[in-house]
């Protein structure tokens, strides 16, 4: 199969590569910073560069990874947000369409509100409350009404990368490896971790369904980020040496909202029998254990 990747630089984006290469499909991998030389230069920004570089590998599919992922970046800069992720989108879609390709947009679950009690469905109303998740939702609305055959396919809270993570995960292993003892972890905002690894594993299975549609993919089960921040601290070995103070996320202002709830549940693909995301505790241990025993931290 032919494949042809945007935001192929990103953590997620290097998950997908290796599970894509394992399996010997053909990639174009594309990325507006390239971090690895097989990664061509390539603005989704840029409709005409989107336009040529696509018509000229002639994909079967198009995995579009490219965004600006950055929440309060995008809350202080919403141009930049809907140039990247909608505009950006726009572009990759429109080229899809001319040349009859099935997309694969990787979309968030802080589309939906955040105001209910229970893991949000496939079938719940959107209402995102931040840019970032606005510009990332009108992005799926372009491709619904533009194309036939695609998936949009949700996570939540994504991990991956180790270093190449910028975001919670790491951020408090990166505090542990530099001896702190106490933390203090907002407690009052929850969600359902995805790691990159079973993500990119579990992209195939789906796509050889040719079920098109929208689809959640988060591992199995919630927590707060005061509950993962445990786990990171016990996974670590470090029970004893480290406290985790839950506080409320009114101590920790940022420039974006977040939804109280990003919590998701794959019911579609329990529908399909491809709900194969392990629960989320078993997926961090794995994922800490390996990249710090990797790192000679353990």
Not at 138 to 147: F, M, N, S
Request: some cysteine.
């Amino acid at each position: 199969m032919k494949i042809f990747l945007t935001g192929a630089s990103g953590m997620l984006g290097a998950e997908i590569i290796r599970k894509l290469s394992e399996e010997n499909h053909e990639l174009m991998l594309t990325d507006l910073t390239p971090r690895l030389e097989e990664i061509t230069l390539l603005d989704v920004r840029d409709v005409s560069a989107v336009k040529k570089q696509v018509a000229g590998f002639k994909p079967d599919y198009v995995l579009h990874l490219a965004a600006e992922t950055n929440v309060d970046l995008c809350e202080q800069d919403p141009s930049h947000a809907y140039r990247t992720n909608t505009e950006g989108t726009r572009n990759v879609v429109d080229a899809c369409r001319d040349h009859h390709i099935p997309l694969v947009y990787i979309s968030t679950s802080s589309v939906f509100p955040g105001d209910k009690e229970t893991p949000y469905t496939e079938s719940d109303q959107c209402g995102p409350v931040n840019v970032y998740a606005k510009s990332k939702w009108e992005g799926e609305l372009l491709i619904e009404k533009t194309l036939k055959e695609y998936f949009i396919i949700r996570a939540s809270w994504m991990i991956g990368g180790w270093a190449l993570d910028k975001k919670f995960v790491y951020k408090i292993v990166s505090q542990l490896l530099a001896g702190k003892q106490e933390l203090r972890v907002v407690a009052d905002k929850f969600g359902t971790p995805t790691f990159t690894r079973d993500f990119a594993n579990n992209i195939l299975p789906l796509l050889n369904t040719g079920q098109y549609g929208i689809y959640h993919m988060g591992n199995k089960g919630t927590c707060s980020r005061h509950e993962m921040a445990e786990k990171i601290v016990a996974f670590m070995g470090l029970q004893d040496k480290v406290r985790v103070i839950p506080i409320s996320s009114d101590d920790f202002p940022l420039p974006a909202p977040r939804p109280r709830s990003e919590m998701i549940i794959n019911s579609k693909l329990d529908s399909l029998g491809l709900n194969h995301m392990p629960p989320w505790e078993d997926a961090l241990q794995d994922y800490i254990e390996t990249n710090a025993r990797q790192a000679n931290k353990l």
